[in-house]
């Protein structure tokens, strides 16, 4: 009980045995790093790039000025690890230089990695400008594309990867229900997997992330995100690979459980939530999140999986 707790309070994520759950932070630029350094995050698992992209309208910045920024980012985690976004253009976040101006309906439109396929020059300038960040660092990079859709999309990306010489693990996000029902085929052409759960279920449920009456549909407790949790969640571990969540789920103390028994391998949210989900995992044995992880998918609706998840871990 004593050791939980002090586990609980700093060091690095895990359950009550010992299986290693890496909390990682979710940032969107270099003022985002203290937070999550002081969170005592183990390295960052979505590093938003867009933020680079929003200052100017009309053009991409230079090569020079994203190394610097990437540089900035990857040096505060010498020991650890940066997972980064490539450029997540389109739908809520438009690019008027990159977005298609007349699109009937953006989010199912040119948006992800399909806006960089369109233009492969923005994406090998990103892709450069890591490489000469990382470069003489001792940090894991590992970079990751936004919206893979299907196999094509995730070979894709990997050749660009390695036409610009990067030495960095290279992944796929899973925000889109095929390349869960796919994964195994994703992983055929990448390293690693990171479930987007805000996207995810956007699209299996076919609700605007942005429209609030809509929240239920949003709910990430909802046994269908957490079906599509597991599916990809499975083929990873079948091959042997990394499948981590950095969507809003991973901040839910309870859910991290959840997705920690459903075969995810790493939580990646906000560097304040981290506190909370390494104080809650740490009460909780492997096989007591599995318990609960067969319990909620077992609920037919969200509130079900909660109240079912609450009794197996005993919580009032
Ligand atoms: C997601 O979709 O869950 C995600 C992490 O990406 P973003 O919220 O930036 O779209
Ligand atoms: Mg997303």
Redo the contacts with the bound molecule.
């Keep these: 009980q004593r050791r939980a707790a002090v586990a609980a309070v700093s060091g690095p994520g895990a359950t009550s045995d010992g299986h290693a759950v890496p909390l990682l932070a ?1 940032i969107g630029g270099v003022g985002d790093v203290a937070a999550a350094v002081q969170a005592g995050a183990e390295g960052v698992g ?1 590093f ?1 790039t867009e933020f680079l992209f929003l200052d100017d309208h009309k053009q991409a910045p230079s090569v020079e000025v994203q190394q610097e920024a990437y540089r900035q980012v990857l040096e505060a985690f010498p020991e650890g690890r940066v997972v980064v ?1 490539v450029l ?1 253009a389109g739908a809520d976040k438009p690019l008027d230089f990159l977005t298609p101006a007349e699109e009937p309906n953006p989010a199912l439109g040119v948006r992800g990695l399909r806006t960089l396929l369109d233009h492969p020059e923005v994406l090998a300038g990103q892709l450069t400008a890591l490489a000469r960040a990382a470069d003489g660092l001792s940090v894991r990079l590992e970079v990751m594309a ?1 919206m893979v859709a299907d196999r094509a999309d995730a070979a894709q990306f990997a050749a660009a990867c390695q036409a610009a010489g990067l030495p960095a693990k290279v992944g796929a ?1 899973v ?1 889109i229900p095929s390349a869960a029902l796919r994964a195994g085929a994703l992983l055929r052409e990448v390293d690693f997997l990171s ?6 279920a956007q699209y299996t449920f076919a609700a605007d992330r942005q429209t609030g009456s809509l929240a239920r549909l949003q709910d990430p407790w909802q046994p269908a995100l957490l079906d599509l949790v597991h599916a990809a969640a499975q083929a990873a571990q079948t091959r042997g690979k990394s499948c981590g969540v ?3 789920a991973a901040a839910d103390p309870l859910l991290a459980c959840v997705l920690t028994g459903l075969g995810v391998t790493s939580l990646s949210m906000s560097p304040t939530a981290i506190p909370r989900v390494r104080a809650t995992l740490a009460q909780y044995t492997l096989a007591a999140c599995q318990e609960a992880a067969r319990a909620a998918l077992a609920a037919d609706t969200p509130q079900e999986a909660r109240e079912a998840v609450k009794g197996v871990l005993g919580v009032a």
Excluded at 195 to 200: A, H, R
Aim: glycine content about 12%; overall charge negative; charged content about 35%.
């Design positions: 979710n979505l938003r976004r997540d936004p996000m925000e479930l987007g759960t805000n996207d995810l950095c969507g809003e």
